[in-house]
């Protein structure tokens, strides 16, 4: 990771109506790198960035760019360009006069303006389509447009407002490796805003995950997947199986009538703590070979594994497997140490 910090949000509140939208939101955002904001409507996640453009001011609290007070400054002072969900492309242009909308406005001469265009129009897949209307393309080809529109007055950081949310599947993921495609040839700070946790681990280099207004984590797709600090991330990234345990001391915690050793320390002796254990993680064994037994609910086909539903002490758990097992099997289950992930007790 690149250690020049490019935006710093220091305490960040804001309020609308009464309604405290963002608690004191601490985030150092470092140069060159690709910052996913990650969580559910009404996170907070969009006012965050809404704020980094200048778009919305903050109740309380310091926005810095490049060690800069940017707090109060408009936003076409600020060296960002925002990619909305909504293109916002001028139907009344064509293809190359909506890219080159920001540099005519700048008064570049018609030659450096051609040479810029003509560079954004190869970066975002586009040559051929300078004299199209904006009305005969396609929901991909639009999104190309409204980034390289954003791209080519060269911001030193690229805001990207959940622009995949109007496209469908097949093209949703054509357009993640593209965009990350891009961030690493242009080497900008591109700041993500998702709901779609897969997409967030696809892209990412960093994973803010968001709650309440408050941040939950901060780390490496990889961190946040299989390192979760809490509950909630958890339960979001991914499937969990929660449950609610007994932390008898370091390296031993109980759970569904059993003690399990486990990798983690540092709780209090007996505090109450979440046991979190992801589908994959969890071992059917034949009857008798397993810590637990349970008895297999459900089975769906997921194509790369089974999703199954096992029923032990009344406790359904979640598992991915690749080998199939009948319903209304008994089955053991069993846990590696590595598996157990012990959280603070939270309510989700």
């Known amino acids: 990771m690149k250690n020049n910090v490019i935006l710093r949000l220091f305490d960040i509140c804001a309020e609308f ?111 051929g389509f300078e004299k199209r209307g904006i009305e005969r393309l396609s929901g991909g080809q639009q999104q190309r447009v409204a980034i390289a529109r954003a791209l080519i007055n060269r911001p030193k950081v690229l805001l990207l407002d959940e622009p995949l949310g109007a496209l469908d599947l097949k093209l949703r993921k054509e357009m993640q490796t593209e965009l990350k495609n891009i961030q690493q040839q242009l ?47 958890a339960d979001f990234i991914g499937e969990s199986n929660i449950i609610s345990g007994i932390m008898y001391k370091d390296y031993m915690v109980g759970f569904l009538g059993h003690d399990f050793i486990c990798v983690d320390k540092g709780f209090a002796c007996n505090e109450e703590v979440d046991v979190v254990i992801r589908p994959e993680d969890v071992k059917l064994l034949e009857v008798g070979n397993g810590r637990l037994e349970g008895v297999v609910e459900s089975i769906i086909f997921k194509g790369v594994h089974y999703e199954m539903k096992v029923d032990s002490a009344g406790y359904s758990w979640i598992v991915h497997s690749t080998l199939p097992k009948d319903i209304g099997s008994l089955v053991g289950i069993d846990i590696d140490p590595n598996d157990i992930h012990i959280m603070k007790k939270m309510e989700i």
Do not use: W
């Open 17 to 127: 109506d009464g309604e405290l939208i963002l608690n004191k939101v601490n985030l150092r955002i470092y140069d060159k790198s690709f910052v996913t904001l990650l969580g559910p409507s009404g996170c907070g996640k969009t006012t965050t960035l809404r704020i980094i453009g200048g778009f919305e001011k903050p109740t309380s609290g310091k926005l810095f760019f490049n060690s800069l007070d940017i707090t109060d400054l408009p936003p076409y002072k600020r060296k960002v360009n925002t990619v909305f969900q909504k293109y916002a492309l001028f139907p009344h242009l064509n293809v190359f006069e909506n890219i080159a909308f920001g540099l005519k406005i700048c008064k570049f001469s018609k030659k450096e303006i051609e040479r810029n265009v003509d560079a954004m129009l190869e970066l975002v897949n586009l040559k």
């Open 187 to 233: 080497e900008i700070t591109f700041v993500y805003v998702t709901h779609d946790q897969e997409e967030a681990l696809t892209m990412s280099d960093v994973v803010v995950v968001m709650n309440n207004g408050q941040i939950q984590q901060i780390g490496s797709p990889i961190d946040i997947y299989n390192e979760p600090q809490n509950a909630f991330v």
